[in-house]
């Protein structure tokens, strides 16, 4: 079986830091913050095995794939079969409309 890199984008640590500062300080939660933010992490790394789940969403974007990673997030991802590299582009929460955000990069 392949085990491929998974590595986030700017923008998708940037996405991190926002889901963390909205539960954090919105929220009054630090510790329940970190948490979901280590839960998140360890979803997305989960790719390395299993990389070609999720729906493929090549209106959006050519290659794009969307998964769920919580019941609350889901991860936008390239997957780059040749150089076993799963990239994460952004982290959607709390029903963001990753379609039209998607659409605009």
Known sequence: MKTYKVSLKPDAIADLQSIYEYIALEKGMPEVAWAYIQRLEKA??????????????????????????????????????????????????????YDAIMKGT
């Not at 794009?64 to 780059?80: E, G, M, Y």
């Open 44 to 97: 997305c790394g989960k790719l390395e095995n299993a990389p070609l789940r999720g729906q493929k969403r090549d209106d959006l974007r050519k290659n794009l794939r969307i998964v769920p990673i919580d019941k609350n997030a889901v991860a936008a991802f390239k997957v780059d079969e040749d150089a076993q590299l799963v990239t994460i582009l952004n982290i959607f929460h709390g029903g963001q409309d």
